[in-house]
């Protein structure tokens, strides 16, 4: 939380319009992106991180989609209020994004090498041939053995894995400050995820640029995150330094997503009951419906504010408010029967999976 | 790519071939007018319709084997020998020759407007899917495909010709041709030439750009930072040509074939259709034969271009016909 954050988000609202209603997908979300630093955004699917991060630059399809409310600040400039042409000029040369499927995200009329070179010439007044040499030094880094050979074949040619690298080095082709990756390894083989999450770790090292990390997999999250941004149905419900998180999560969801680890002792822990409707959240504490620990009060009224909880370490939870403190017991583990109760509560949820 | 290019032309040689043969084997299981028409004359005349019959039978080698007509029939149609048009008393070669020049004015243009009309509408009904103008275009779409050719040009001649006066109502092969005279003839035809072929390119454009405008490479474009212009023409217009291209061929083929037919019955130009029309009304089998042949050399013509296209726009098309 400082003033020189790289990117910095107030309270972020964003929509969809759909047949059913309007569905909060993002429903205030603040945290900043340091100079150089790793953010993650963890949560389950339908949990508003994709919006999250689609919102930054304004990627989000609209219609149905729509920011309604909160600031977007990068390198102290306000993007929310930016026009479309003021806000391309950032896309892509400041802020570059990587999306979840390597398969979808490469056009397969062009090669390689012509699509890393629009993304150049999009912000940079350089010749094709100045590009195309570009392409293959970007193909180099991100590990394409071979690629001035390369540079010029299409995307049907490389494998899955190789065309997430492609897809890294089209987003490095002007140098961005902030890299958004969304799920960059979702859609690999086990064996090329760590490969690609490796090489997302030595560019950063190398460039001095910010990540912020879209995934649902705490894995990723302890292998690559600075701080951690714990969101719950377009609510953040925790924010700490990765190491923190890992070893004093605040937050009921958070210590019941740890659980949910295959641990040491090889117990798996499943949350009980489902993410509650987008379009009609309950009031109080989005995730009291699943909470062991809730209370009557966890159930009514806004969202319980953030409580501070350790140095830089935030956590929505009443459990930590000044009032409630000594109302509930986050430290006691929930009884089988309360475990139960989570699970048996009339389902007013959709299962995961938010528009897009 | 040269492998594949033969290939391809092998298959098209074949096609034609083999069309050749069956109106071959039609026509050999047909009855001829011709004889019956002698026979009627001769009755007529008080002469024997048999003889007459017979005579006219020979004339046309009745009395040889299917084999040795078969060779005969092959070899004139491949040496452009056509035969007689007994409606126009010249050889059929040289009534098309004439006939061609007046489709090709009326087809090019409308297949122009189709292509570049119903594309660049359908691109924009994709691209502004469920705004009014989309909603606009579908309803003008759905005008085009759904409205009768025929009462579409009636239509249109009445309300330009007669009520309002604007252009000519008949064809008038007299008039100069390059001139703009010419032209106000042929506005009405290429009007109702295009409506369909419009209609039906529009629609096909809009439903295959659709699928790439919420790809994610759009999205990927979009990323980099390019316009909504840039995006629209590179990654969703580009990539849809692939499978527009096969649609394209067989559809404006068969849209402007059928409606040429009719539009040139129905405003006297005397173009293939109007000259196909007067020889099946006047039983004139050389000239049905040749004017119902062409379209289908086009037709193949047509197929095997498309076939090269498809492998210019999809780098993912192996033509040297190994899997990929």
Redesign the interface.
Same mark, same amino acid.
């Given at each position: 939380m400082t003033d020189d954050s790289l990117l910095s988000i107030r309270d972020l609202r964003a929509q969809f319009h759909t047949d059913e209603g309007v569905v909060r997908a993002v429903d205030g979300v603040s945290f900043d992106v340091g100079r150089g630093e790793t953010v993650c955004l963890v949560g389950e699917s339908g949990s508003g991180k994709t919006v999250t991060a689609e919102s930054i630059t304004r990627l989000l399809a609209t219609p149905p989609g729509r920011i309604v409310g909160g600031e977007i600040r990068f390198d102290g400039t306000d993007v929310t209020s930016m026009a479309e042409d003021e806000l391309r000029t950032i896309r892509g040369s400041r802020i570059a994004h990587v999306f979840q499927n390597p398969q979808g995200s490469l056009n397969p009329v062009y090669s390689v090498g012509a699509q890393i070179g629009e993304a150049i010439r999009a912000h940079r007044r350089v010749s094709r041939r100045h590009a195309r040499a570009r392409a293959i030094d970007l193909l180099e880094s991100v590990g394409i053995p071979d690629p001035a050979a390369r540079v010029d074949d299409y995307p049907h040619e490389f494998s899955t894995g190789q065309k997430q690298r492609v897809a890294i080095a089209m987003a490095l082709a002007c140098d961005p400050d902030l890299l958004i990756a969304d799920e960059p390894t979702t859609a690999l083989d086990v064996t090329v995820q760590a490969d690609i999450l490796d090489l997302l770790a030595s560019l950063q090292a190398e460039r001095g640029m910010s990540i912020l990390l879209v995934t649902h997999d705490l894995g990723v999250v302890a292998r690559l995150a600075d701080r951690v941004v714990v969101l719950y149905a377009g609510t953040v419900l925790e924010r700490a330094d990765v190491v923190d998180l890992f070893e004093r999560p605040a937050h009921p969801y958070t210590r019941a997503l740890l659980e949910c680890l295959p641990g040491v002792d090889g117990e798996v822990e499943p949350i009980g009951g489902t993410l509650p409707s987008p379009i009609d959240p309950p009031d109080g504490c989005r995730f009291a419906p699943r909470c062991p620990h809730a209370i009557e009060e966890c159930h009514a009224g806004g969202r319980p504010p953030p409580s501070t909880v350790g140095d830089d370490h935030v956590a929505s939870c009443l459990g930590y408010h000044r009032e409630y403190r000594g109302a509930i017991d986050l430290e006691r583990h929930p009884t089988a029967e309360e475990t139960q109760r989570v699970s048996d509560r009339p389902d007013a949820g959709i299962d995961g999976g938010g528009p897009r | 790519m040269a492998w594949f290019v033969g290939r391809r032309l092998v298959w098209a040689l074949f096609a034609t071939f083999l069309v050749v043969t069956l109106t071959f084997a039609l026509l050999a299981a047909s009855p001829n007018p011709e004889t019956s028409q002698a026979a009627w004359q001769a009755a007529q005349d008080g002469s024997d319709p048999e003889e007459a019959r017979a005579l006219v039978d020979q004339q046309h080698g009745a009395g040889d084997s299917l084999t040795t007509q078969y060779v005969s029939y092959m070899v004139s149609m491949f040496s452009l020998d056509w035969g007689q048009s007994t409606t126009y008393n010249e050889d059929v070669t040289s009534v098309i020759a004439n006939a061609w020049v007046y489709s090709a004015i009326t087809v090019i243009p409308a297949t122009i407007i189709a292509v570049v009309v119903g594309f660049g509408i359908g691109l924009y009904s994709a691209t502004h899917q469920?705004t009014t103008a989309d909603y606009a275009a579908t309803l003008v779409a759905f005008f085009g495909v759904s409205i009768p050719n025929f009462w579409f040009a009636i239509v249109l001649m009445l309300v330009f010709g007669e009520l309002l006066g604007l252009t000519p109502i008949s064809y008038d092969s007299e008039v100069p041709f390059w001139s703009l005279e010419h032209l106000s003839y042929l506005v009405l035809p290429i009007t109702v030439l295009a409506t369909a072929a419009v209609a039906s390119e529009m629609r096909y454009a809009r439903a295959e750009a659709l699928e790439y405008v =919420?790809?994610?490479?759009t999205?990927?474009? +979009?990323?980099?930072?390019? =316009?909504e212009t840039?995006v629209t023409i +590179?990654?969703v217009f +580009?990539?849809a040509t692939?499978p527009l291209v096969t649609i394209l061929v067989a559809d404006l083929v068969g849209i402007i074939f059928a409606t040429a037919y009719v539009v040139e019955v129905i405003f006297g130009i005397p173009g293939l259709g109007y000259v196909s029309y007067q020889a099946l009304v006047r039983m004139d089998t050389p000239l049905v034969l040749a004017t119902t042949l062409i379209p289908v050399f086009v037709t193949i013509v047509a197929n095997l271009c498309q076939d090269l296209a498809y492998t210019v726009?999809?780098?993912?098309i192996d033509y040297e016909g190994r899997s990929?």
């Open positions: - | 469920y =919420s790809a994610t490479w999205k990927t474009a +979009r990323a980099k930072g390019l =316009s840039a +590179r990654h +580009r990539p692939v726009l999809d780098p993912r990929p």
